[in-house]
């Protein structure tokens, strides 16, 4: 598959601060690209010099392997996390005059508003305001906005934020839908769960560097482990684990709760079962939860 975008080197100062350090993307045609973080990795600003909305102080991006970003932009959709709609428009309008934005203007512009109106199920809504819709349908018309001039690739900003389970993963099937036809998605959520499911590749930011990038499982397979041990607070502490880990390098246990989640690789999961064997714990695969944990508590 062919890459549609590529970014190299990227570099970005802001407020004085450098908030992105050096971070190389690649997005193919028909995959997901999660990109993920902790508040203040550099995701949004990232995500912004990608689609053209700030000029990167270093580095290169290339879409479809041209580095010309005003003329790619015609290749670009974006769905922000904020809803940006047209008041004074209806939803039909708002897609009509969106897809007209660019040049060369898309050829049969009231097919595809049609099309998209029916994909997403807006097609009710058509003639209705923006503002009476759901939060799952005002989400779904942002997305179906930013698809108006049939892009190659699509980026979404937390599209799901503030969702019911149920819009949720109906946006996902449109999401998994969209890839299926060849688009490329750069997709940015806090949701683990959500970038477990979509994505077929991550990348990771910290401090606006790049910490890890791989399918799910390769990413949490190295930066947390194989196994997660939960383990009371109490009775961990009680026992000794914190000076245990400590001894090992390990760094400290990440909390929930009345809970340690303590990430742990095959071998140090062995000595912990030794070390302690009268404590009460479970083990359990790891999430994409452990992993920001770990980066929380700076291990």
Not at 13 to 41: F, K, S, T, Y
Not at 94 to 104: D, H, Q, S, V
Not at 127 to 146: D, I, N, Q
């Amino acid at each position: 598959m062919p890459a549609w975008l590529e970014a190299r080197g990227l570099v970005k100062h802001l407020g004085g601060r450098r908030v992105v350090d050096g971070v190389d993307l690649v997005c193919h045609a028909g995959e997901v690209l999660g990109l993920l973080g902790p508040n203040g990795a550099g995701k949004t600003t990232t995500l912004r010099m990608l689609y053209g909305f700030l000029h990167p102080d270093a580095g290169e991006i290339r879409i479809d392997g041209s580095d010309d970003l005003a003329r790619s932009k015609r290749h670009l959709g974006v769905c922000t996390q904020n809803d940006t709609f047209d008041g004074d428009f209806t939803v039909r309008q708002n897609l009509e005059i969106a897809a007209t934005y660019f040049r060369p203007r898309p050829e049969r512009v009231a097919e595809r508003v049609a099309e998209l109106l029916e994909r997403f199920a807006l097609a009710p809504f058509a003639h209705m305001r923006p503002e009476t819709l759901s939060g799952g349908f005002k989400r779904r018309l942002m997305m179906a906005r930013a698809l108006g001039h049939r892009p190659r690739l699509l980026f979404l900003d937390e599209p799901t934020t503030g969702l019911d389970p149920q819009a949720r993963m109906a946006l996902w099937d449109l999401v998994d839908g969209l890839r299926a036809e060849g688009l490329g998605i750069v997709l940015t959520t806090h949701y683990m769960d959500e970038a477990e499911r979509l994505s077929d590749a991550l990348a990771v930011l910290a401090a606006g560097r790049v910490v890890a990038r791989g399918t799910p499982k390769s990413v949490l397979g190295d930066l947390v482990g194989e196994h997660v041990v939960v383990v009371d607070v109490a009775a961990a502490t009680a026992a000794g684990v914190a000076a245990w880990l400590a001894g090992r390098g390990l760094g400290a246990p990440g909390g929930v709760l009345r809970e340690w989640h303590v990430p742990l690789r095959a071998d140090d999961l062995a000595d912990f079962a030794r070390a302690f064997p009268a404590l009460r714990y479970e083990v359990r695969a790891p999430t994409l939860d452990d992993l920001f944990l770990k980066l929380a508590v700076g291990s």
